[in-house]
């Protein structure tokens, strides 16, 4: 399991040529409803988006790699095949604990997905009201938190211990570097 883990970064760069089932897609979901959930109120819904003309229209309206200065997100040949946006159901009684369960719903998605070589990048950073446009996603019941992308990696990533600064970096041949604090620096206590 700690291999999975380590495998499973962000990847920014896919094989755009390699595309993604339906019923991959409802699988990923699957492993999203069923994670833990606060109070089991499992306030999380998902759109899945796998149709190239969809894929197209919500890759202008996530923002890539805010650390990397001078790159402005895949070229075409690189993009993401597929998405998954999250929602919080305002209706779940109750819907306060949406943000945490997200993120134990997105990590099920994202291990899922790389258990079958299949990479992912998570997204924060999204222009919400377009995205909830274009997939008709008008009901203010429903609030759009995160959008995870998924394909087949074509970049290699790298954990590296912390050395001082935790952002994010390149090398010159593409090669993606994650610095990570190292067991000490996360450890305040073993009894
Ligand atoms: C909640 C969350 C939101 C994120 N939002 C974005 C985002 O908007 N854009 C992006 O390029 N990466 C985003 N990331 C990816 C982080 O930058 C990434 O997790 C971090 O650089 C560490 O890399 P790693 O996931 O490979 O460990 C997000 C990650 C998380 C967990």
């Known amino acids: 399991m700690l291999e999975l883990i380590k495998k499973t970064r962000s990847y920014r760069r896919f094989d755009h040529s390699r595309k993604l089932d339906d019923a991959f897609l409802a699988e990923l979901v699957d492993a999203a ?3 833990q959930s606060a109070a089991n109120a499992q306030p999380l819904r998902y759109v899945t988006v796998n149709s190239p003309e969809y894929v197209d229209k919500i890759f202008p309206h996530l923002r890539w790699a805010g650390k990397l200065k001078d790159w ?3 070229v075409e040949s690189e993009r993401p095949v597929a998405y998954i946006a999250v929602y919080g159901d305002s209706e779940a009684k109750p819907s306060s604990f949406a943000q945490v369960d997200s993120g134990i719903a997105m ?3 994202c291990l899922t997905a790389m258990s079958k070589g299949v990479g992912s ?3 924060g950073s999204i222009i919400k009201n377009e995205i909830n446009r274009i997939l008709g996603v008008t009901d203010e019941r ?6 995870i992308a998924l394909g087949y990696p074509v970049e ?3 954990l590296v211990d912390n050395t001082g600064d935790l952002s994010y970096y390149r090398d010159a041949d ?3 570097y994650v610095p990570k604090h190292r067991h000490d620096e996360v450890l305040l206590g073993k009894f």
């Open 33 to 35: 409803r069923l994670a």
């Open 72 to 74: 402005d997100g895949p």
């Open 107 to 109: 990590q099920n998605i």
């Open 121 to 123: 990048c998570m997204f």
């Open 142 to 147: 429903y609030s759009l938190l995160w959008v």
């Open 156 to 158: 290699n990533v790298v």
């Open 174 to 176: 593409g090669n993606h």
